[in-house]
DNA sequence: TTGTATGCGTTATCAG
DNA sequence: CTGATAACGCATACAA
């Protein structure tokens, strides 16, 4: 590591004054265009790059966005974090990542953590168990610190969400088996206090009702979680002698454990049973069984919520309640 | 965003000098217990938090690391972010990320982004495409800029880095299966002149050998990638006639989307065709087709390789040439 | 054990 | 259009 040259060196080199070189390398408007390229060519000759220390302390911007998902085990969150990579590393700005682990508290840790690093705002999806404090978050919000949601919300707190709009999606994909003739579905969710269950059950009743035909709660199941694996346990354990003519699971990776579960048992897809998933992660539909889902269109979610962000931190008027993506449902083997 | 309490302030309100403060607070071995305590209160009271902008400065360093991952779609690298993030949170580091997309040209900007973001080390895994321009990471060795690198090396730069065992794990997988009697086995690999593919190919032909059988090089593909979708594709895209007993794979995802391929072709596994993989992501042993695989404990991969970094931040002398983390064959029904 | 003073590298303000 | 200088907030070497 060797001594750093900064900007005085330049300063030096040049004969100018170091705020002139700091204004210039800065492409300020009030200094000679002729002066700019000297500067410039000096700098690159010496090899000068801005200590980011002290260019933070003077203007009290990192530069640097903290991002919180819940668990990048599950390969909609890995994309999503790319997704959100690629769109700020495009605007130079560096993406600092956080696991919650559907914790409350661990979230919690983090957003101070990120905080007390100096980020400039913060992406987060929400881990909204109600059981759980939230006055944080409502801090946040009031201090007006540039926090935004993606893909969930705080109840209580309904601002500054991109997220997909689950109810509208759901609403779509149950109603469409509903028309082919299928009534007894059986709808595998998480937490249904927490949002991404709830908004969703109620396109299931929004559709039901639209048919005409009588949604029965006892077909809601909440499994212990929304993983792979917690899809595999919710068919390895039950118990019931109902067979559905469909599956809906919360997201594509429960659905895969599912069918993983249902083939274990000597189920025949769809032939037997039809599953269905929800999100369109990136190779569903090169599944073995080419996976039946709804679309959440990802990038442009991801996309939405960068621009939302920097928008706020830009001082920008921006929306500020949630934002519905449209969904897509797409039909494949696995619910033919 | 309301004007924050600064180490000055809790000078002021304790009595207390600027500088008696900060040691107080860094919890410095000349300052009185008593001291300590209260400036802690003090501190508390106020709602200080130190600005890590100035403190930076002051240290010239960050707590931040910067990792590159090739690809985080693929659920390996996925569990590899969560594992390295885990672990330098526990130290109070953060863990800001880049995706290289398998890209030496992104790599490159990744990490002189991350450099003149102020990151203490960098934690990368190397893109070793041996056609592009190695002469950045050379230089930052011969700087002895902290990097470190997981899961692969440069083949010129075999330095600091913690892989896991490739030969050997392929060795010993390719050893059992030729015990067993199948020897036309084909292996899907990715570039040859990449280290991991070429590490493997040399365990391969190690086990051939000690079985006094000779490998026919032509049982050698080389996909056009590593993803899920190459994999797939390879086997698609296969006009020859030989059929293997047993293909491998060069890590899960791949190996699942062959088996996908191999079912849309009417294949079953494993009666007609074995399939085994490489890494033992986390929901191998539930997938449809429970899936063979050599393990890499990345777990542990990843608390080595913060282990070496932090260590070497800390100038302690540490392991310099590259450290190998055993595998483990996991027979499982894709090739019982 | 505590206080003082200086430096860290930029940005920004205010003269010139 | 450019120069000088004061912040920015903390750490640390040196005094006391």
Redesign the interface.
């Known amino acids: 590591?060797?001594k750093s040259v900064t900007i005085k060196d330049v300063a030096a080199y040049t004969g100018l004054s170091v705020g002139t070189v700091s204004m210039a390398l800065n492409g300020s408007e009030r200094i000679a265009q002729k002066t700019k390229k000297y500067v410039a060519m000096a700098a690159d000759e010496l090899g000068f790059?801005?200590?980011?220390?002290?260019r933070?302390?003077s203007t009290?911007k990192?530069?640097?966005i903290g991002c919180i998902v819940p668990?990048?085990?599950n390969?909609f969150?890995?994309?999503m974090?790319?997704h959100l990579?690629?769109e700020l590393?495009e605007r130079d700005y560096?993406?600092?990542?956080?696991?919650a682990n559907e914790d409350r508290n661990q979230e919690a840790r983090?957003i101070s953590?990120?905080?007390?690093?100096?980020v400039d705002g913060i992406i987060s999806v929400p881990v909204t168990d109600t059981k759980h404090d939230i006055s944080q978050i409502r801090t946040l919000y009031e201090?007006?610190?540039p926090i935004v949601f993606i893909s969930a919300y705080y109840k209580d707190i309904p601002y500054y969400t991109v997220m997909a709009d689950l109810e509208d999606g759901m609403y779509q994909i149950t109603a469409s088996f509903l028309k082919k003739g299928y009534k007894n579905m059986a709808f595998v969710f998480g937490d249904l206090n927490l949002i991404p269950s709830s908004e969703r059950l109620n396109g299931v009743k929004r559709a039901y009702a639209a048919a005409g035909i009588e949604f029965d709660p006892s077909n809601i199941f909440q499994a212990s979680g929304v993983t792979?694996?917690a899809g595999?346990s919710t068919v390895v354990n039950y118990t019931g002698h109902n067979k559905p003519d469909v599956i809906f699971a919360i997201n594509d990776i429960m659905a895969m454990?599912i069918?993983?579960?249902l083939?274990a048992k000597g189920m025949r897809i769809p032939e037997d049973i039809k599953v269905a998933g929800f999100d369109d992660i990136?190779?569903a539909a090169?599944?073995?069984?080419p996976l039946t889902t709804v679309s959440q269109s990802i990038e442009l979610m991801c996309r939405e919520t960068v621009t939302l962000l920097l928008n706020r931190l830009e001082g920008k008027n921006t929306f500020s309640g949630i934002k519905k993506i449209q969904t897509t449902v797409i039909i494949r083997e696995s619910a033919y």
Do not use: C, H, W
């Open positions: 590591m060797k790059r801005k200590n980011p220390f002290a933070s302390l009290k990192s530069r640097i668990d990048i085990t390969q969150y890995g994309e974090v790319g990579q690629k590393v560096g993406l600092i990542v956080g696991f983090l953590q990120f905080i007390d690093r100096g201090d007006s610190f792979y694996l595999y454990g069918i993983s579960a083939r990136s190779n090169f599944l073995e069984t």
